[in-house]
């Protein structure tokens, strides 16, 4: 398959035509042909060295929000999900559900755990395999492109709202209405939430008041 895989720290990422199709599955892993993935600001840390977990090995195949079609299930996969499924992965890999960090949802402190795109091979390929325990179900009408970079980017923004623990009609404030902040923006209206959206930037300010979910107020 084709794969864009780090060689060496400090170098570019390579676009490589002969890299075998990771089909050694574990019982929970599945095999997605991979439709869309995000290019994150971690994928040029990890250029560099700076991410941790470091790769196990190098090349590497690096980008952890990806999104597909199953197309190949280990032996205790979920019958929630079956070959053909549309689906994303949280970039969780093989971590124990079982320690005190995983119990407390801090699963990427679990000694077990690895990262796909991170630790181990990732999203930017052809396919890729991952732990289906991690994976999020994607509806008919949200396509692969947007979905992707919610793996990762959108969790993110969402996961910081929800611990404010607000209620419908509270209000909010979003600083910073970049890749993030314009997503957290709308997760927060959608969730009923009064918005202040902040940022000194006009082309901020501009992208989103174009969204289908508007701020109730902006300040610059």
Request: charged share 25%; with cysteine; hydrophobic share 40%.
């Amino acid at each position: 398959m084709k794969a864009l895989r780090l060689h060496e720290f400090g170098s570019d990422y390579r676009l490589d035509h002969d890299v075998s199709v990771p089909l050694d599955l574990g019982d929970y892993d599945v095999l997605i042909a991979i439709k869309s993935a995000g290019f994150c600001h971690t994928e040029l840390l990890i250029r560099e060295g700076l991410v941790r977990p470091k790769p196990k090995q190098l090349p590497l195949i690096p980008s952890h929000e990806p999104a597909g079609i199953i197309v190949a299930m280990g032996k205790k996969v979920s019958d929630e999900y079956k070959i053909g499924d549309r689906v994303g992965a949280i970039n969780f890999y093989n971590a124990c559900a079982n320690c005190p960090d995983c119990l407390n949802d801090n699963n990427i402190y679990c000694e077990n755990y690895d990262g796909t795109g991170i630790s181990i091979d990732g999203a930017f390929a052809e396919y890729q395999k991952t732990d289906s325990r991690w994976l999020v179900p994607l509806p008919d009408e949200l396509s692969f492109q947007d979905a992707a970079p919610l793996m990762c980017a959108g969790l993110t923004a969402f996961s910081a709202i929800e611990k404010c623990a607000l209620k419908k009609g509270q209000v909010i404030g979003i600083i910073g209405l970049g890749a993030l902040g314009h997503l957290a923006v709308q997760f927060a209206k959608c969730m009923g939430l009064k918005v202040v959206a902040i940022d000194n930037r006009q082309e901020a300010l501009d992208v989103v008041q174009k969204l289908k979910h508007t701020p109730d107020l902006i300040i610059d």
